[in-house]
């Protein structure tokens, strides 16, 4: 296995350790730190390749980014099962269910690629994101593995981190692996170097335990659902999260078809692209614990808005490899402070006995929006081009700044409990 890949193993380890070292928080919340970027490598290598590879495998150029959306699609389709599996079987149960599926997936993704098969690598990519939906609910594992409430912005920050390894190690598995099984089009061997990362997330999650559920929460009767929608605090946390994922999606979706297979731009500085983009969506978590703590959860929200903002003037100056990098790099930073606000404030609006639909319903929003900004990403750059895809990216933005708004006038309509985390 090359050095790069046992370098970052290695990396991931030693950052366990030593946090570990720094921050008393459940066994549970180590295991998830090691074992989610194992898993989630498959997610960076369908957003690298999975556009050049459908480019070259589907008879119109404009579905290269079908499988992107399908994987997302997936996400959204199988949130609500997930929350609803870890509701009735488990944490544990849910959680290895997922990652069978996308033990599954891989083997699919392998299949199609070997065969050329743009409708079956197509599905595969979809079962990738329906075992993602169960690798999405580890956050909120994580917060129920929290003894203390107000250490879920810590734990949010810190499971968030370990995104940073599968950033780099999905990029290079698939450059790494990309010719190990012969394939008209290459990556089938990606899809196979895969396999092992996936065992050994199973492996470790052997040690898994199930979060205890405090029975005195779960008490009394389960509002209805639009009930807690209503509430101010859900559609700041939802809304937040969801335009955030859905604009980091249209832009990254698209940039490896515009760099690469547009703009000429090899695939080694592509590669570096969107490894810097995937690593600047985690990074920055080593540092948001305190940032909360000076400038609140509120504070955090207006700047990614703001970081957002920047994103697109920096798109719209060019077309070179540091344009698309800046571009990319402040992407995932933006994306962090609002999903980790987002994410932070969504307990806020439930009760313990709510928490699973709520949370399936947080998802289902999420990743559905998050999937239809990934097709219209190919068809707008397709149809119109880079420009264009960073042009029509402006509503989102706005539509933040909207909502950055609409906190501030419903401020005081919010719990007690909630604006001591905003104000």
Same mark, same amino acid.
């Given at each position: ?91 544990? &149960? ?6 069978? !599926? ?23 990519? *979809? ?64 899809? *196979? ?6 065992? !050994? ?23 209805? *659902? ?111 402070? *609002? ?24 998802? &289902? ?16 750059? &397709? ?41």
């Amino acid at each position: 296995m090359p050095i790069n890949i046992l370098i970052t193993i290695a990396l991931l380890l030693l950052t366990a350790f030593v946090l570990s070292r720094i921050f008393t928080l459940p066994r549970n919340i180590w295991l998830l730190f090691i074992s989610q970027p194992l898993v989630m490598s498959a997610s960076p290598i369908i957003v690298f390749i999975g556009g050049i590879l459908s480019s070259k495998m589907a008879d119109d150029p404009s579905l290269a980014t079908l499988p992107i959306t399908l994987m997302i699609l997936g996400v959204a389709a199988g949130s609500i099962p997930a929350a609803m599996l870890a509701k009735n079987k488990g944490r544990k &149960f849910a959680i290895y269910t997922g990652l069978s !599926c996308s033990l599954l997936a891989v083997f699919l993704a392998i299949t199609s690629a070997k065969l050329a098969l743009f409708e079956l690598f197509c599905f595969a990519s *979809l079962l990738v994101g329906v075992g993602g939906a169960f690798i999405q609910q580890l956050r909120f594992a994580a917060i129920e593995s929290s003894l203390n409430a107000d250490d879920v912005p810590k734990i949010l920050s810190i499971l968030m981190l370990s995104g940073v390894f599968a950033a780099f190690l999905g990029p290079e598995i698939a450059v790494v692996g990309k010719e190990w099984l012969a394939s008209p089009h290459g990556y089938a061997g990606s899809f *196979l170097l895969l396999v092992p990362f996936i065992l !050994c997330a199973m492996l470790m999650m052997t040690l898994f335990k199930n979060p205890p559920v405090n029975g005195n929460e779960v008490v009394g009767e389960a509002r209805e *659902l639009k009930v807690i929608a209503k509430q101010p605090i859900f559609l700041i946390a939802v809304c937040t999260a969801t335009i955030g994922f859905a604009l980091m999606s249209y832009l990254m979706t698209a940039t490896p078809i515009s760099m690469h297979h547009m703009q000429g731009h090899s695939l080694q500085e592509t590669k570096w692209v969107i490894q810097s983009h995937i690593a600047a969506m985690y990074l920055p978590s080593l540092f948001t614990p305190w940032l909360v703590k000076y400038v609140k959860l509120k504070g955090l929200m207006l700047i990614g808005t703001l970081i957002y903002a920047i994103v697109a003037f920096i798109a719209l100056s060019g077309h070179e490899v540091m344009h698309y990098w800046w571009a990319l790099i402040l992407l995932g930073i933006g994306w962090n402070f *609002l999903f980790l606000t987002g994410t932070s404030l969504l307990p806020q609006s439930y009760h313990a006995s709510e928490r699973h639909k709520v949370q399936a319903t947080n998802d &289902f929003i999420l990743f559905g929006f998050q999937a239809a900004a990934s097709l219209l990403a190919g068809w707008v750059l &397709f149809n119109a081009g880079w420009h264009w895809v960073v042009v029509t990216s402006l509503p989102f933005i706005i539509l933040l700044f909207i909502v950055v708004s609409f906190y501030h006038r419903h401020e005081k309509k919010l719990p007690l409990k909630v604006k001591k985390q905003l104000v």
